[in-house]
């Protein structure tokens, strides 16, 4: 805590990253807001905050607490990872994203570090994913959801999540209704016969994407298309990212 204070304190204004991920473990950034260096790999120029950036604010409610969960909560307190997802999903993707959140917190557990990191997955599918889906949806996918450091975030409609993915996340999101043919990849599909694959009365055209920010409320690491099969977006990569930057 006592480094965490002196960091904070030592900090400076302002440093432009790129999104990516990088191998520069425990380097403290050049401008002392960040514990990880500058990402390797540039990515363009996305609308979701990058490395070196504020993460922006936000309130949303976790329904199996009955918690309001913000961005003021966390800082001073915790590092945090962050997903966005739908339990329907008709595809991998997301129960990829919420594995490497999962194995964040059983690193956490095991190496005692687990009340300096917060776990949030936001539903964006407020419809569906209901408290009574959320909880029985984390048993299958062997989530300690009463644990304090996680939480099931879920926006009030769709309308909502909608407006804040875009306005404050930079993420765009497209529903699809079922009518509409996707292939495996949440992208929309002309040439494919799906009609033995069944979205659930309709889909998301969404970007796969986690968020690592400090305790600063400063961005460590964006992972953008983080189910793919790259090592810097592995299950160990943000794993280890995440264990740098919450023990800083």
């Known amino acids: 805590m ?24 425990g380097f403290i950034g050049g401008d002392g807001r960040t514990a990880l260096g500058p ?18 604010s936000f309130s949303l409610p976790d329904p199996l607490s009955g918690e309001t969960v913000s961005l003021e909560d966390m800082v001073g307190e915790r590092a945090f990872l962050m997903t966005y997802f739908f339990t329907a999903c008709p595809d991998g993707a997301c129960p990829a994203l919420l ?28 419809e569906r994913d209901t408290p009574e889906v959320l909880a029985e949806y984390a048993g299958e996918r062997g989530i300690d959801h009463e644990a304090d450091n996680w939480h099931f975030l879920r926006p009030e409609s769709y309308e909502d999540g909608e407006q804040l993915l875009d306005d404050t996340f930079g993420m765009h999101i497209e529903r699809v209704e079922d009518d509409d043919e996707l292939d495996d990849h949440g992208q929309e599909d002309h040439g494919t016969d799906h009609e033995d694959h069944d979205h659930g009365e309709y889909t998301f055209i969404h970007y796969n994407l986690i968020m690592l920010v400090n305790d600063d409320g400063i961005v460590e690491r964006s992972y953008p298309n983080a189910v793919q099969q790259r090592e810097e977006v592995s299950v160990e990569a943000i794993v280890e990212d995440a264990r740098t930057v919450a023990q800083r």
Not at 107 to 120: K, T, V
Request: aromatic content about 6%; charged content about 30%; overall charge negative.
């Open 2 to 25: 006592e480094r965490r204070t002196y960091l904070r304190a030592a900090g400076a204004t302002g440093v432009a990253g790129i999104a990516g991920c990088l191998d520069n473990v």
């Open 39 to 56: 990402p390797e790999e540039p990515r363009g120029d996305p609308s979701h905050p990058i490395h070196g950036d504020e993460f922006p």
């Open 99 to 126: 594995l490497r959140l999962r194995r964040a917190q059983e690193d956490a557990i095991e190496r005692g570090y687990e009340d300096d990191i917060a776990l949030l997955a936001m539903t964006f599918d407020p």
